[in-house]
């Protein structure tokens, strides 16, 4: 005879045990009886700290169990998250469609990297994810689970179940004595970790329309920002950021430091449409303060420290880099291969960048570093030591020589 869920139903299919990506609001509050009444199974509740606020946190045990979890687990991510996860990123230089700077894309590996490891550590059969059928997040969850334990059977309830909205859920909810959230529901949808702060919904589905003021929680309006400029030196080692005006900080802590830096004066607000890998277009807002700092302090050194040829490559592989990190392929053998690619060229990309941060905008002041290959020696109008000025009359005519070849076939000569 089948199993029986919380209702006396027979299963869909018999799980044993589940691992769910709990955020403790009304989705995933529901999603936990739901899997029992239709899996017929246990429920563990996974919630991992990305930097999303201690208020994210409060009260989360109490209510997973209140839902019918037989229990919660939490795991700080925050060091593993900044250093294996967005710092790659940003050696990369990776950016995708020319302004998002990944912030999503990259915590939800993260997220599932654990939830495969609590799987294990519980014995539970498989692992679950309150992603809608809509967008991006189902596709990098699964992805990675699929990479890290191919054995792990997946359930995604909002592909399956006949919820279609919030008055669906909150019904459910009450039918089965599940705790509803009292907090009030935000007119946008919003997803914050320690690298950035989005804002999707409500009046931004209107790519015509400005966002309002009081949306921003990570910055302040540039016109409110000090009337005086703030001076931040980023030090930087083989690529990685590692010091702010010469005090080394954890991956962590630095790009907390910096975000409190960057929100003061406004720095890192982008408004985009983008492409979703579903296929359809989404308007998103995002605030990335600490990390818009990052990407110009990373970006000018090597200005300094890799030749054009390099340069040219890695921004050209940073565009596919970009792109697998959004699809949710972090685990894919292509992505880790280019980073070693990244890795090995930013070995000299040793050094400091000195930034003036004012009203939202940041701009390079002073760039510095043992392995630069710029030489003034070389580079200025008065010294003829190294480069001989009359070099170029040769170098130019062999350049040009195509030109000048199609220059003569045109008139005849």
């Known amino acids: 005879m089948a199993a029986s869920g919380v209702d006396g139903k027979v299963p869909l299919k018999k799980l044993n045990k589940v691992v769910l990506a709990y955020s403790g609001g009304l989705d995933t509050s529901v999603i936990v009886p739901w899997l029992r009444e239709n899996y017929g ?23 997973a169990k209140a839902s019918g979890a037989c229990q919660l687990v939490v795991k700080d991510l925050k060091e593993e998250f900044v250093r294996d996860f967005i710092f790659p990123c940003l050696r990369a230089g990776a950016i995708y469609e020319r302004k998002y ?31 809608t059928g809509k967008g991006n997040d189902q596709v990098r969850f699964e992805l990675t689970f699929f ?34 959230p009292v907090t009030k529901k935000s007119i946008y949808s919003r997803d914050r970790n320690l690298w950035h702060l989005s804002h999707e919904g409500d009046i931004l589905e209107d790519p015509a329309s400005e966002p309002k003021e009081d949306m921003y929680m990570m910055t302040v309006d540039p016109k409110e920002a000090p009337d005086q400029p703030e ?80 340069i040219q490559i890695k ?59 710029y030489r003034q020696d070389i580079s200025s109008f008065e010294s003829g030591e190294i480069y001989n000025q009359a070099d170029a009359a040769g170098f130019i005519r062999l350049y040009g020589l195509p030109m000048r070849v199609r220059a003569m076939l045109e008139k005849g000569l």
Request: hydrophobic share 40%; net charge negative; glycine share 10%.
């Open 41 to 63: 199974c246990e429920v563990v509740c996974f919630t991992g700290d990305v930097g999303q606020g201690v208020q994210e946190l409060e009260g989360l045990e109490q209510k």
């Open 101 to 131: 700077l990944l912030g999503t894309s990259m915590a939800r590996p993260v997220i599932a990297k654990a939830m495969v490891d609590v799987a294990k550590e519980v014995g539970a059969d498989a692992v679950s994810h309150g992603c």
């Open 147 to 180: 990479a890290l334990n191919p054995e792990l059977s997946v359930v995604a309830p909002w592909r399956e179940w006949e919820i279609k909205g919030r008055e669906d859920a909150i019904e459910y909810a009450i039918k089965h004595n599940v705790p509803v």
């Open 231 to 310: 001076y931040v030196k980023i030090g930087i080692v083989e690529g990685l950021p590692v010091s702010i005006n010469g005090k080394e900080f954890s991956p962590a802590s630095l790009l907390s430091e910096l975000n409190e830096i960057g929100g003061k004066h406004g720095i890192g607000r982008i408004d985009m449409v983008e492409n979703r890998l579903v296929g359809m277009k989404s308007r998103g807002v995002y605030e990335t303060p600490g990390g818009t700092i990052l990407f110009a302090a990373a970006r000018e050194l090597e200005s300094l420290t890799l030749d054009r040829e390099t």
């Open 315 to 373: 921004d050209f592989l940073a565009l596919k880099y970009a792109e697998l990190v959004y699809a949710g392929r972090w685990f894919d053998p292509l992505r880790e291969s280019m980073d070693a690619f990244m890795k090995e060229i930013t070995k000299t990309t040793t050094g400091s960048v000195t930034l003036k941060l004012y009203k939202g905008s940041v701009s390079v002041t002073g760039r510095e570093g043992p392995n630069s290959l």
